[in-house]
Structures are given as structure tokens and as C-alpha cells.
């Protein structure tokens, strides 16, 4: 790429966590020998929870009347769009079945998954979306018990609008549980609930390498690192509105990289100038993440072209890519590696995040080359199956035998030649 680069990323920050790797092992390997004894240990350790683990039905109930209607109604109308899109989204994608040849038959079955365990992250911010998009992708995929996890925040536990998404979202239980711990207690079936089939949801680095190590007797969405955003613009696009899209995205953390691509350079000067007032009226500690995350991390290329822009967008293979240029409909059909595509200055990725529909668990550190978001796919199992009977015989013995026989495995062209003749 000839990009002229106009700001470069600086140094990436500290590993300030030492060996996550080596830490989680140790984690898991004594969860796996303590159960929930060593679960409420780390519980009471790392994040001083010394309540129940597992909320009541009634508890959980009881949180709605702590929050604001109007706090329900966006919750309501962020689920009510994530869950008609992942309905579209099982639609998209049937059973079937088709005779190939004369008396040889196969087919597709799509099987939900039994259990599924799903991580809502704490920390600095309450993840109200977080849990939706989890949550209400699984229900709707037809997965028969969920169960979600997530760190308390402080003595109070969880927050109310979180587990008022919770409950609306379809959890079966809610277990008041962060990190390693957490997703120990899902994959092991602890706390009454079913061994989990597959582990889903964004986390920090503990959380995303737990993951990673458990991936193998169970399933995961993905192994996720920090978000990441690049906007694509032209002269068209408006440049207080880039820098307030990468200063939403920057937020979340010094290790959130956000990238500017443009073939306009007054856009790009105009963005870098006004990015730090934007990081000045952001309440800390949003601000200090924001500058942090840009300063370390954040990018500014100049173009000469758009097919320059979009191949360089490809090679970034964001998480969030946001197209804010002229002819949407050129930049959606040339576009090909990212998360998920936002087109248009009006369609903020703030959207996404949020309340728009589409899923925000996302591939990040370029894993977008070659894998999408979470959806209801992740949640089913599609499965074959086959039948051949007396007229479908014939040819296919002789070609299964022959390629047997080609590859050196004579019991399998004679297990096939004894059908010959049909059983």
C-alpha cells in the first residue's frame, strides 16, 4: 500500500497483567479440582463477592423495579430489534433433502445446541447490549437452557438494568461470577446449571484466553481481543462527526485501536485537530482511555483513490468498518473483510453497539479475513445424513472400492462390496 501515513499508531501500551497465558492455566486447572469451592474463592479473591452465586428467579424479577421506564423501553426496543433479525437470520439457513443419484439420498439438519453459557463483562461499564446480543441470539436459535454470567459490580451485585436485559433476553439463571471463574463454572456445569455446549460473549484478555484454553470439549464464539474501528471517508464526510465516532470507539480502552482512511487531506487535518477537544468533554475515566487508545494506537492514511481506500480497508480487516462516502451501494459491493459494515454517516456504529439489530460480538485483531460475528449459526449444529438403497448400489460400490483400493485401504472396498448385492 502507498498510503501516505498522516499519524501512526505509537507504542502499543504496557503488559501490565504479566503472563495471562501461564495465570489462566493455573485458574483452571484448580477450578477443575475445586468446582464451586475454588469458583467462590476466585469470587471472593478477585472481585470481593462474598453474596450468592446463583440470583433467585425472584431476585432477578425484583430488579425490574429498580429501573427507569424509560430505561426499559430502549432495552425493549434494542431486544425487540435483535431479536427480529436473528429470526431472520435462522431463516436464511434451512434443512433440505435431495436424491443425487437414483436410490441415494442426503440431507441437511439443523440442531440447536443444548446449553449454552453466555459472559456479560463488567468493569468500568455496564453492558446492557452485551447481554442482549448474547442472550437473545441463543433463544432464538432454539438452545434449551442459557446461562449467564457476569462479575459483580461492588456489594450491590449486578446491576439492576443489566438483569432486567437478562431476564427479558431469556436467561434460564444468572450466576454473579467474573472472569476465569466464570466461564470455568459454565464449561463444567457448576451451580445447577447443564454443562455448557458452547461458551459465547466479549471479555477482558482473562476472559478471551480462558476461552481459548477451554475451546475443545466446548465451543466458543471466537477468541476476541480489543475492538477496533476504521472509518473510510471522502470529502464528503463531515469532520466533526469522524472524530466523535473515533473518540465513541477509543473509549473503551487504551488498547482499542481506531483507524481514519481518506483521500482528502483537509478532512484528514481538520479530523486530527479535532479529536482532542472531543477527549476533553468525555467524563473521565472515558477520557483518559479515549486519548490513550488513540495516542498508542490510533492511525490516520491518505489516499489516493477509493479502490485505494477499500483495498487498504480490506488489509485492516477491522471489526467495525464505517463507510462515510459518497455511492454506499459501490463501497458495500466492493467491501469484503470486516465485522460488520456500517454505511453512511447517519448509521453511527454506536448503533451497532447498541440497539440496531445485527450482533456486536465481533472478530477483532483481523480475525474478520476469514470469520464473521456471533448469530444464530453459532448456536446450531448443521449436520448431514445419507441412505442408499438398491438402485443407488451398484455404481457407488465400484467407486467407492476403487478409490479404497487406490488409497490403500482394502477393508473399506470390501466393507462396501458386501453390499453389492444389497443387504
Known amino acids: 500500500?502507498?498510503?501516505?501515513?498522516?499519524?501512526?499508531?505509537?507504542?502499543?501500551?504496557a503488559d501490565v497483567v504479566g503472563d495471562v497465558a501461564e495465570q489462566v492455566a493455573a485458574m483452571l486447572a484448580r477450578l477443575a479440582a475445586g468446582g464451586e469451592a475454588a469458583a467462590r474463592d476466585y469470587a471472593l479473591a478477585l472481585d470481593g463477592w462474598e453474596g450468592a452465586v446463583v440470583?433467585?428467579?425472584?431476585?432477578?424479577?425484583?430488579?425490574?423495579?429498580?429501573?427507569?421506564?424509560?430505561?426499559?423501553?430502549?432495552?425493549?426496543?434494542a431486544h425487540e430489534n435483535?431479536?427480529?433479525?436473528?429470526?431472520?437470520?435462522?431463516?436464511?439457513?434451512?434443512?433440505?433433502?435431495?436424491?443425487?443419484?437414483?436410490?441415494?439420498?442426503?440431507?441437511?439438519?439443523?440442531?440447536?445446541?443444548?446449553a449454552a453459557g453466555c459472559y456479560v463483562p463488567g468493569g468500568r461499564y455496564a453492558h446492557i447490549a452485551s447481554a442482549?446480543?448474547?442472550?437473545?441470539?441463543?433463544?432464538?436459535a432454539g438452545v434449551r437452557?442459557?446461562?449467564?454470567?457476569?462479575?459483580?459490580?461492588?456489594?450491590?451485585?449486578?446491576?439492576?438494568?443489566?438483569?432486567?436485559?437478562?431476564?427479558?433476553?431469556?436467561?434460564?439463571?444468572?450466576?454473579?461470577?467474573?472472569?476465569?471463574?466464570?466461564?470455568?463454572?459454565?464449561?463444567?456445569?457448576?451451580?445447577?446449571?447443564?454443562?455448557?455446549d458452547i461458551l459465547v460473549g466479549p471479555g477482558n484478555a482473562f476472559v478471551a484466553e480462558a476461552k481459548r484454553q477451554l475451546f475443545g470439549p466446548v465451543g466458543i464464539d471466537m477468541f476476541a481481543g480489543p475492538t477496533d474501528l476504521l472509518v473510510v471517508a471522502d470529502r464528503s464526510a463531515d469532520p466533526q462527526v469522524i472524530a466523535w465516532d473515533l473518540a465513541a470507539q477509543a473509549e473503551h480502552g487504551a488498547s482499542s485501536p481506531v483507524w481514519l482512511v481518506t483521500d482528502h487531506r483537509p478532512l484528514a487535518e481538520a479530523v486530527l485537530r479535532l479529536l482532542p477537544t472531543c477527549f476533553d468533554q468525555l467524563p473521565e475515566p472515558n477520557a483518559t482511555a479515549a486519548r490513550q487508545a488513540w495516542e498508542g494506537l490510533g492511525e490516520v492514511?491518505?489516499?489516493?483513490?477509493?479502490?485505494?481506500?477499500?483495498?487498504?480497508?480490506?488489509?485492516?480487516?477491522?471489526?467495525?468498518?464505517?463507510v462515510q462516502a459518497a455511492d454506499p451501494a459501490w463501497w458495500r459491493a466492493r467491501l469484503g473483510v470486516y465485522g460488520s459494515l456500517f454505511l453512511g454517516a447517519e448509521t453511527a456504529?454506536?448503533?451497532?453497539?447498541?440497539?440496531?439489530?445485527?450482533?456486536?460480538?465481533?472478530?477483532?485483531?483481523?480475525?474478520?479475513?476469514y470469520t464473521g460475528g456471533l448469530s444464530v449459526h453459532k448456536f446450531l449444529k448443521v449436520v448431514t445424513w445419507q441412505r442408499a438403497?438398491?438402485?443407488?448400489?451398484?455404481?457407488?460400490?465400484?467407486a467407492t472400492a476403487r478409490i479404497s483400493r487406490a488409497e490403500g485401504m482394502e477393508g473399506h472396498a470390501r466393507s462396501a462390496e458386501l453390499r453389492r448385492a444389497g443387504p
Open 349 to 369: 456504529v454506536a448503533f451497532g453497539d447498541k440497539a440496531a439489530g445485527p450482533n456486536h460480538v465481533l472478530p477483532t485483531a483481523r480475525a474478520a479475513r
Open 82 to 114: 435483535i431479536r427480529r433479525f436473528a429470526e431472520a437470520q435462522r431463516a436464511s439457513v434451512r434443512e433440505f433433502e435431495v436424491e443425487l443419484r437414483p436410490g441415494l439420498m442426503a440431507g441437511q439438519r439443523l440442531l440447536p445446541l443444548s
Open 1 to 13: 500500500m502507498s498510503a501516505e501515513v498522516l499519524k501512526a499508531a505509537g507504542a502499543a501500551p
Open 132 to 140: 442482549l446480543m448474547s442472550i437473545t441470539t441463543a433463544r432464538v
Open 389 to 398: 438403497v438398491a438402485p443407488a448400489l451398484p455404481d457407488l460400490v465400484l
Open 55 to 77: 440470583l433467585s428467579p425472584r431476585q432477578v424479577a425484583a430488579a425490574a423495579d429498580q429501573v427507569p421506564e424509560a430505561l426499559k423501553q430502549a432495552i425493549g426496543y
Open 145 to 196: 437452557d442459557i446461562t449467564v454470567c457476569s462479575p459483580p459490580r461492588g456489594a450491590a451485585g449486578i446491576a439492576p438494568a443489566l438483569l432486567y436485559a437478562m431476564s427479558l433476553a431469556g436467561a434460564d439463571r444468572v450466576l454473579v461470577l467474573g472472569g476465569v471463574q466464570a466461564l470455568a463454572a459454565m464449561a463444567q456445569g457448576l451451580f445447577g446449571a447443564p454443562a455448557a
Open 301 to 322: 492514511r491518505l489516499c489516493s483513490s477509493r479502490e485505494e481506500m477499500a483495498a487498504l480497508a480490506d488489509d485492516y480487516a477491522p471489526e467495525h468498518l464505517h
